[in-house]
């Protein structure tokens, strides 16, 4: 079975600093990757995808992700952040004979001015 | 991409009642997903609900306290029955592949308190 490890509970960072956030997952077999941002009190919005292909991809805001087969991660990133990307991140895995969506356990980024 | 919408956005219910949640979409859809928010957590995946068939139900949840009905390809319930206050969570619908393969979109979700 699938699972997903965001090892960051909270990142705080300044406006317009890079930022971070980790994901690592486990699977025996090929997985589609997302991230997912929930901005307060809202639902969940797609950020990103990783399917196939260019392990380097690009979502919306600005941020991107990269797809490391060997070291199992599929990271976040985002080279200057903005106070409006305050939200929870989460990071999920697709994949396998269930197909079952599977969420980690998300990451708050704060960003302070 | 399609538009997911659910009902009621928010609700307050008192313990040992029951509430059922609609999700409407506007396109046909083959497969359905219940999830659950609780307060501070991730999400968790509740039952698939596929046209013309029960629903599917994780370990830890049963259809006697969760019961999902999915008429047609556009929509399905979600009821949550005798809550509790434990039951106070935020329950969103999500379905399969209208924003491209492989991808599930959410609706916005019915953020449900229970005294």
């Known amino acids: 079975a699938q699972s997903v490890t965001q090892l960051d509970s909270q990142v705080p960072v300044f406006e317009e600093a890079p930022v971070e956030l980790r994901c690592n997952y486990s699977?025996?077999?090929?997985?589609?990757l997302f991230w997912y941002v929930q901005y307060p009190n809202q639902g969940l919005q797609l950020l990103l995808k990783y399917l196939s292909g260019s392990t380097l991809v690009k979502g919306i805001n600005g941020f991107e992700a990269e797809f490391n087969k060997s070291q199992t991660s599929f990271h976040l990133r985002k080279p200057s952040v903005h106070i409006s990307d305050t939200a929870e991140y989460f990071c999920?895995?697709?994949?396998?004979?269930?197909?079952?969506?599977?969420f980690g356990t998300g990451t708050l980024l704060a960003v302070q001015p | 991409s399609a538009v997911i919408s659910q009902k009621p956005s928010r609700d307050i219910c008192q313990r040992g009642t029951s509430l059922t949640i609609q999700c409407q979409v506007d396109?046909?859809?083959?497969?359905m997903f219940w999830y659950r928010q609780q307060p501070g957590q991730s999400l968790t995946l509740i039952a698939t609900a596929n046209q013309g068939s029960e629903a599917t139900y994780e370990s830890g949840f049963v259809i006697d306290k969760f019961p999902i009905s999915r008429p047609n390809l556009t929509f399905s319930t979600l009821t949550v029955s005798n809550m509790s206050p434990e039951d106070s969570s935020i329950y969103l619908c999500?379905?399969?592949?209208?924003?491209?393969?492989?991808?599930?979109?959410f609706g916005a979700g019915s953020r449900l308190t229970v005294l």
């Open positions: 699977s025996s077999v090929s997985v589609y």
């Open positions: 999500s379905v399969d592949g209208v924003s491209g393969a492989n991808v599930l979109t």
């Open positions: 999920a895995v697709r994949g396998g004979a269930t197909n079952k969506l599977i």
């Open positions: 396109s046909q859809v083959t497969m």
